[in-house]
């Protein structure tokens, strides 16, 4: 895929009661969780997203909220984006964590830059000869 599938991953925050939960960050006291997807749970993600599993290599499982703007590891937060696509957009959360970080934006205001890209990505991927490189709009 091309995008999150908005029936799938429609994002969710992490809160002090997730057993991932680090601490708050930044003067807005954003709630952190730490990194934690299984091995099942990406399986789960690549099956649910029709992924075969052949090319589940050409993927990674990504946060569609990341974790530095308060986004959870729930099933809901997680879609399999293409290697190609995120070749793309390599700086975009380096850039955007670093604007929050600064205090120039706000976690709405980076969440919406972060959104805007993964929902209607500005730049797209060259496709390969490979099979596992199709991507669907």
Not at 4 to 27: A, I, K, M, N
Not at 32 to 51: A, F, L, M, P, Q
Not at 96 to 116: F, H, P, S, V
Not at 121 to 131: F, N, Q, R
Request: net charge negative; charged share 30%; proline share 7%.
């Amino acid at each position: 895929p091309l995008v999150p599938d908005s029936q799938l991953t429609t994002g969710s925050f992490c809160t002090e009661q997730d057993e991932d939960f680090v601490e708050h960050r930044y003067e807005e006291q954003i709630p952190y969780c730490e990194r934690n997807v299984t091995t099942s749970e990406k399986k789960s993600i690549y099956k649910k997203y029709g992924i075969p599993e052949a090319c589940w290599g050409r993927y990674t499982i990504d946060h569609f909220y990341p974790l530095f703007l308060g986004g959870s590891n729930h099933n809901d937060n997680l879609w399999p984006e293409h290697k190609l696509l995120k070749q793309t957009r390599m700086n975009l959360e380096v850039e955007t964590y670093r604007l929050l970080k600064e205090g120039k934006i706000n976690q709405a205001e980076a969440l919406k830059r972060i959104r805007d890209e993964k929902l209607s990505p500005t730049s797209m991927p060259v496709e390969g000869d490979d099979p596992c490189d199709r991507l669907d709009p």
